[in-house]
């Protein structure tokens, strides 16, 4: 009984852990009965649906959506946890009536021992006001704007420009393609321009001529940029008239002049100046950023000598902001990224471009400013939430382990099949949420770069065969055959011993958990294809596979694919996303080949070592 108690104990205090860290969460958590009771919420969804937290426990899942989608909220949470699909977009509904635009994941669980339905929902208020206001930009702006659908790149939208300015109407470019328009004179203009998409994913500035429908021909600059949306790739493209630009004076003007609207829709102050530093133009955010009390087109033709004289006592250190100014000038290169602290604690990111014609010739200068104060507290928060990870979460729950194997080791012997059912049940437990803290912490290094590799000579055979030999009573446990093939005589690679370890060992998990008794899982390692200059190691399972539409999301951080795991639990979604950072961080490359029913396999690559003198 003391050992049961000593058990119940240390699950208390995991759960106790868990709930803090539900409260770290800036996403809404739910933790449900079978019967729709909310049994626990952590402080995000009461802050959001302003409800109390008290209120919420008295509400069952279904009340949070608005009353004439509660049926079909519960319809799709019932696919959720079948596997059916993925996620509900439903809106939830505020204390208040309004409603909050949502993306909702479920999971089944456990939650003090009973059956539990997990629920996480993402607020997308600001995803959605973003696409309100692209939608204003696309509609409302002077440049020729379309979209067309990939692969087969028929017009899928258009602004009122492209319309107005081609001669077409909305009807005759619908689901029509360029060739079909005969928009484009110049075949091979066009073949350059889609083989640099293809290869860049985006395009700037490329010049090509355009076929009004009546037959006369402009001349555009093309940009363009892939986009992705809810599975589908479009190419969003914005073409500007340049037909009669004449002069480099006037193209400066023109320029100007066409920009001046999106300049004041951007979150970033902008400022050009002339030669001989004359404001030029200047946006209302720079002129908010800097307190100036006139509108910005009563600016021109200041001198910016005096004005940044004044500005500088905005600044905590105003010489070193004047002296930054004259040194960026002289060098007349591009600079990007210089911050400012502002005396009222604002940071800002400082940009330069000397402007040019194609020519070569120097016509001006701009300046960027742009906002990072949030960027910056979030940066020093993430490296909060890692001190306050690594010493409030992850050792307490590492002692834990270490407590729980010397007890296996000690008195597991002893034990009843329940009472050891319940311990290995915590073991596993407890190494999962130690696994998970681990990748959390992965993730948030990453993010503020201070996720560190040291490059040496590592044998990945003699560091295969370790790991074979660790996983071998696991994989005889679940009832695969784990396999290794390395041919003699590999170079070493110029790794990080422990990383690629990590790297494997998470892959060779994943393998495990979604290949079922009697399949196999293979480690192979070669010289890569090519020179000679990278290894290739592979880890390959007979597994449940995945599906196509799955495997370009597979990295991405927070994804999980739609298989079921032997146990039918899901991880956080973090350990793909770490292994393809850490390759990429070692010189590497990452890829997934993947078919439903028949099986995965992941390839990552790896510098050969050479030596360095």
């Known amino acids: 009984i003391t050992e049961r108690k000593r058990i119940e104990e240390t699950l208390r205090a995991s759960e106790a852990d868990f709930h803090a860290f539900f409260e770290t969460i800036g996403d809404m958590v739910f933790v449900g009965d079978r019967t729709g009771r909310i049994l626990f919420t952590n402080s995000a969804a009461a802050r959001l649906l302003g409800y109390t937290r008290e209120e919420l426990l008295k509400m069952r899942i279904a009340d949070l959506h608005p009353a004439g989608t509660r049926t079909e909220a519960e319809s799709i949470l019932t696919s959720m946890l079948r596997n059916e699909c993925s996620a509900c977009s439903l809106p939830l509904a505020r204390k208040d009536g309004a409603a909050l635009a949502v993306e909702t994941r479920v999971w089944s669980g456990k939650w003090n021992g009973e059956d539990c339905v997990f629920g996480l929902s993402k607020d997308l208020s600001a995803e959605q006001e973003a696409t309100q206001r692209f939608e204003r930009l696309f509609r409302n702006n002077p440049a020729l704007m379309a979209i067309t659908t990939l692969p087969d790149r028929r017009f899928y939208d258009c602004n009122e420009s492209f319309l107005k ?84 004076e006037r193209a400066l003007k023109e320029a100007v002049a066409k920009l001046t609207v999106l300049m004041d829709n951007i979150q970033s102050g902008v400022l050009l100046e002339t030669p001989t530093r004359k404001v030029l133009f200047a946006n209302h955010k720079l002129c908010e950023m800097f307190s100036i009390p006139v509108p910005p087109e009563t600016l021109i033709g200041t001198d910016c000598v005096a004005a940044a004289g004044q500005t500088k006592e905005l600044m905590e250190d105003p010489e070193a902001f004047i002296k930054y100014l004259d040194s960026t000038l002289a060098a007349g290169k591009t600079a990007v990224g210089n911050e400012l602290r502002l005396k009222d604690g604002r940071v800002l990111s400082q940009d330069y471009v000397p402007i040019l014609l194609e020519n070569g010739t120097f016509i001006g200068h701009m300046w960027k400013y742009t906002d990072i104060t949030a960027a910056k507290r979030l940066e020093s928060l993430k490296a909060e939430v890692v001190h306050h990870v690594n010493h409030e979460l992850r050792r307490p729950i590492t002692n834990q382990v270490l407590a729980l194997e010397y007890l296996m080791e000690d008195i597991g012997g002893t034990l009843s099949p329940d009472n050891l059912k319940i311990f290995t049940a915590a073991l596993s437990a407890a190494r999962s949420m130690t696994r998970m803290v681990s990748d959390l912490l992965d993730v948030t290094r990453s993010e503020t770069g201070k996720l560190s590799v040291r490059i040496e000579p590592v044998d990945l055979e003699e560091l295969a065969r370790d790991l074979v030999s660790g996983l071998g009573p696991s994989a005889r446990e679940n009832g695969l055959d784990l396999k290794l093939d390395i041919p003699p005589g590999l170079p070493k690679a110029a790794a990080d011993l422990a990383r690629v370890r990590q790297i494997v060992g998470n892959l060779t998990d994943n393998a495990f958990k979604f290949t079922s008794s009697g399949g196999s899982v293979s480690i192979i390692i070669r010289t890569a294809p090519g020179p000679g200059e990278s290894l290739e190691v592979s880890v390959s399972d007979t597994g449940q596979g995945m599906e196509k539409e799955e495997l370009g999301h597979i990295f991405d951080r927070l994804y999980q694919a739609s298989s079921i795991s032997r146990k039918g639990m899901k991880g956080l979604g973090l350990g793909l996303h770490i292994c393809k950072t850490l390759v990429e961080q070692q010189g590497g490359s990452i890829t997934v080949e993947s078919e439903k029913g028949r099986g995965t396999t992941f390839r990552f690559t790896l510098p050969v070592w050479k030596d360095r003198q």
């Open 165 to 248: 300015t081609l001669g077409y109407s909305r009807e005759e470019v619908t689901g029509r393609t360029s060739e079909e328009l005969g928009l484009f004179p110049d075949p091979d203009g066009v073949n350059a321009m889609s083989e640099k998409l293809m290869a860049d994913e985006s395009v700037s500035e490329m010049e090509l001529q355009v076929r009004r429908k009546d037959g006369k021909v402009l001349r555009g600059l093309f940009s363009g940029e892939m986009i992705r949306n809810q599975g589908k790739s479009f190419l969003l493209t914005v073409m500007v008239d340049i037909t009669e630009r004449t002069s480099a």
